[in-house]
């Protein structure tokens, strides 16, 4: 991985997000690429090449929105001084598209993102590897209805949602009438309920491979981090699984990117999934990078793999580059030492949590140094990321990696942390 600024030659990269966190992964390897941004971040005490509209204008009304971010003067002032640049999203958009229609976008059609995530369509694409599931009108039809054919306990789902909030556990006939009431227009799918182990695994497709990363588990629904049942609140790299249990997921996968690719698609993408002890069932689909592939990034790096974030961008500009796909693909044999917790906002309104809770710490959750990435870790440390910025309801607040077990107790102190002195107007956890 040496030789990447001559890969990338004239190119320059312009990662386009609310939230620096969100594009790290390459700023280590490559002086080609940069983070654009709207927060304001510890994050960017680190980093070289960076804009950040709070950060230059502190008094500003902060919005969410990567399109509206790129109309602003100052924004467009600061690309003007950057040569031949290309655009990176986390979710492309329709709006996106149109305002940089002369430009690079490193991204697979808007058209074909919202294809792959929406829930209800992925029922019918991969009927085969799905959980039983019966499309609904949740005017129409009756918990009798669903449960004579998926049982008395089942989960629904509307076509799109963010880290679990319209996801539904229903275990009775009171909880799925609730629903009603409160969405009596939705049309949704309700999906037998499997009970099992929650997976992620990244992928990326390219002009000439499938290639599949590593498997993480899914740590989910803990009612302090999230309001949601289904919320994903952290991941973990070692998985405890067996060769042949992997092989089922790269089955899976495979046949998922070949779908996929058939279809036009290309650049990252990431599949959820349920492991009950013998079936592998799909539960979504992320026609995009996974939340995790800013860690994950630095994880094949520090295995010396070449990154699928810089796969993806050096496919999207046509650069030829040697690539090892057996070595690649074999990654899901390996169960890495890394883990993450995130906490959410579970208020219904925004929070704003104690800023000055980043870096790294010992167990007893003393400073021990400053950091901001997994490098920064040693066996028993914690990093701790917080943001600065205001959070909207179910939006991650903090985040703690570390490479050893992160135990209730620490996280425990570290919600406690959180909420000290938060000062006049903040609501916290």
Same mark, same amino acid.
């Given at each position: 991985?040496?030789?990447?600024?001559?890969?990338?030659?004239?190119?320059?990269?312009?990662?386009?997000?609310?939230?620096?966190?969100?594009?790290?992964?390459? *700023?280590?390897?490559?002086?080609?690429?940069?983070? %654009?941004?709207?927060?304001?971040?510890?994050? @960017?005490?680190?980093?070289?090449?960076?804009?950040?509209?709070?950060?230059?204008?502190?008094?500003?009304?902060?919005?969410?929105?990567? +399109?509206? %971010?790129?109309?602003?003067?100052?924004?467009?002032?600061?690309?003007?001084?950057?040569?031949?640049?290309?655009?990176?999203?986390?979710?492309?958009?329709?709006?996106?598209?149109? *305002?940089?229609?002369?430009?690079?976008?490193? +991204?697979?059609?808007?058209?074909?993102?919202?294809?792959?995530?929406?829930?209800?369509?992925?029922?019918?694409?991969?009927? $085969?590897?799905?959980?039983?599931?019966?499309?609904?009108?949740?005017?129409?039809?009756?918990?009798?209805?669903?449960?004579?054919?998926? #049982?008395?306990?089942?989960?629904?789902?509307?076509?799109?949602?963010?880290?679990?909030?319209?996801?539904?556990?229903?275990?009775?006939?009171?909880?799925?009438?609730?629903?009603? *009431?409160?969405?009596?227009?939705?049309?949704?799918?309700?999906? !037998?309920?499997?009970?099992?182990?929650?997976?992620?695994?990244?992928?990326?497709?390219?002009?000439?491979?499938?290639?599949?990363?590593?498997?993480?588990?899914?740590?989910?629904?803990?009612?302090?981090?999230? /309001?949601? !049942?289904?919320? &994903?609140?952290?991941?973990?790299?070692?998985?405890?699984?067996?060769?042949?249990? !992997?092989?089922?997921?790269?089955?899976?996968?495979?046949?998922?990117?070949?779908?996929?690719?058939?279809?036009?698609?290309?650049?990252?993408?990431? /599949?959820?999934?349920?492991?009950?002890?013998?079936?592998?069932?799909?539960?979504?689909?992320?026609?995009?990078?996974? /939340?995790?592939?800013?860690?994950?990034?630095?994880?094949?790096? +520090?295995?010396?793999? @070449?990154?699928?974030?810089?796969?993806?961008?050096?496919?999207?500009?046509?650069?030829?580059?040697?690539?090892?796909? &057996?070595?690649?693909?074999?990654?899901?044999?390996?169960?890495?030492?890394?883990?993450?917790?995130?906490?959410?906002?579970?208020?219904?309104?925004?929070?704003?949590?104690?800023?000055?809770?980043?870096?790294?710490?010992?167990?007893? @959750?003393?400073?021990?140094?400053? #950091?901001?990435?997994? $490098?920064?870790?040693?066996?028993? $440390?914690?990093?701790?990321?917080?943001?600065?910025?205001?959070?909207?309801?179910?939006?991650?607040?903090?985040?703690?990696?570390?490479?050893?077990?992160?135990?209730?107790?620490?996280?425990?102190?570290? %919600?406690? !942390?959180? @909420?000290?002195?938060? #000062?006049? $107007?903040?609501?916290?956890?």
């Amino acid at each position: 991985m040496n030789n990447i600024d001559n890969l990338l030659g004239n190119n320059n990269i312009i990662y386009v997000t609310n939230d620096p966190e969100r594009s790290l992964g390459l *700023e280590k390897i490559t002086k080609h690429f940069y983070t %654009l941004c709207i927060d304001d971040s510890y994050i @960017l005490n680190f980093l070289n090449n960076f804009y950040s509209l709070k950060k230059n204008f502190p008094n500003i009304d902060i919005f969410r929105n990567s +399109n509206k %971010l790129l109309q602003e003067e100052s924004v467009k002032q600061y690309l003007s001084s950057i040569k031949n640049p290309s655009f990176m999203f986390f979710k492309i958009a329709p709006n996106i598209e149109i *305002e940089l229609k002369n430009k690079k976008i490193l +991204n697979t059609h808007s058209d074909l993102n919202r294809k792959y995530e929406n829930k209800i369509m992925i029922s019918n694409i991969f009927k $085969d590897i799905v959980p039983p599931t019966k499309i609904i009108n949740l005017k129409i039809d009756t918990y009798n209805s669903i449960s004579n054919f998926l #049982g008395k306990e089942f989960v629904i789902q509307f076509s799109r949602g963010q880290s679990g909030n319209t996801t539904f556990f229903i275990d009775n006939k009171d909880q799925f009438e609730k629903l009603q *009431e409160k969405y009596p227009l939705r049309i949704a799918k309700a999906v !037998k309920k499997i009970s099992g182990e929650y997976f992620t695994i990244n992928g990326v497709i390219t002009e000439n491979d499938i290639l599949i990363g590593n498997l993480s588990k899914q740590i989910t629904g803990i009612k302090e981090l999230t /309001a949601f !049942k289904g919320g &994903t609140v952290g991941n973990e790299w070692i998985t405890g699984l067996t060769i042949k249990q !992997k092989d089922m997921f790269i089955d899976k996968m495979q046949y998922i990117g070949k779908k996929m690719k058939n279809d036009g698609y290309r650049g990252m993408f990431g /599949a959820d999934f349920v492991f009950d002890s013998q079936n592998i069932f799909l539960i979504e689909v992320n026609a995009r990078e996974n /939340a995790s592939i800013p860690t994950y990034t630095k994880i094949q790096i +520090n295995e010396n793999i @070449l990154p699928f974030k810089l796969i993806h961008i050096l496919d999207f500009l046509k650069i030829s580059y040697k690539i090892d796909s &057996t070595k690649i693909n074999n990654q899901i044999y390996e169960d890495y030492n890394y883990r993450q917790i995130i906490i959410r906002n579970i208020q219904s309104h925004p929070v704003k949590a104690n800023t000055f809770l980043n870096g790294v710490y010992s167990s007893n @959750l003393d400073k021990i140094r400053e #950091g901001y990435d997994i $490098d920064s870790l040693k066996n028993n $440390d914690y990093l701790i990321l917080t943001s600065y910025s205001n959070v909207n309801p179910n939006i991650e607040i903090s985040k703690i990696q570390s490479k050893s077990s992160i135990d209730n107790n620490f996280i425990n102190q570290t %919600l406690i !942390k959180l @909420l000290q002195n938060p #000062g006049e $107007d903040n609501i916290i956890l």
